[in-house]
T-cell receptor
């Protein structure tokens, strides 16, 4: 089956710093990747949809200047949380789909803690 | 109203019990439906797709009623390893018409007790 990796799996940083999270499709080319955020005891909330070679589409209420998404290749998308604050602490999960298919393959997630 | 609504539970059942989860969705244009399982502090994993004709995978049976916009999951002979959060997920063609979007319910927590 399709495998998606995320790095790092866990990060702790000081308030004000920027954090970059990588999402890679390991054995397939992903034309579209999605970034989700999940707060404790809540469901996954879609943050943005990332298409290779074009700008990401952000969901309402998600600041594009704070959550920078780059999808430079068919196997890699990055999410950068700029000037992170404690309220950005969350579980960030990416997913990827193969062109023409519906199934989303999820990465293992990145747990971010901002002190 | 939430797009996808689930009873949050928690459901605490003994091993061997049968348990049913329900889910309703608000967008009648939704096209495909899934149940995902999420273990604590892990990513969601696809459990099964849901079809109008109903489908079964071992101890798991999923049902879809498009008229009522209602989805169900039945787990028979529950095992300790079934303990997890079960997410009802709906796939909808977004307004631009070029992509689909998954909308997750908030999940139903199941604990199977020995």
């Amino acid at each position: 089956g399709a495998v998606v990796s995320q790095h790092p799996s866990r990060v702790i940083c000081k308030s004000g710093t920027s954090v970059k999270i990588e999402c890679r499709s390991l054995d397939f080319q992903a034309t579209t990747m999605f970034w989700y955020r999940q707060f404790p005891k809540q469901s996954l909330m879609l943050m943005a949809t990332s298409n290779e070679g074009s700008k990401a589409t952000y969901e309402q209420g998600v600041e594009k200047d704070k959550f920078l998404i780059n999808h430079a290749s068919l196997t890699l998308s990055t999410l950068t949380v700029t000037s992170a604050h404690p309220e950005d602490s969350s579980f960030y999960i990416c997913s990827a789909i193969l062109a023409g298919q519906e199934t989303q393959y999820f990465g293992p997630g990145t747990r971010l803690l901002v002190l | 109203r939430k797009e996808v609504e689930q009873d949050p539970g928690p459901f605490n059942v003994p091993e061997g019990a049968t348990v049913a989860f329900n889910c309703t969705y608000s967008n009648s244009a939704s096209q495909s439906f899934f149940w995902y399982r999420q273990d604590c502090r892990k990513e969601p994993k696809l459990l099964m797709s849901v079809y109008s004709s109903g489908n079964e995978d071992g101890r798991f049976t999923a049902q879809l009623n498009r008229a009522s916009q209602y989805i169900s999951l039945l787990i028979r002979d529950s095992k300790l390893s079934d303990s997890a959060t079960y997410l009802c997920v709906v796939n909808t063609l977004i307004s631009s018409g070029s992509a689909r979007q998954l909308t997750f319910g908030s999940g139903t927590q199941l604990t199977v007790l020995p």
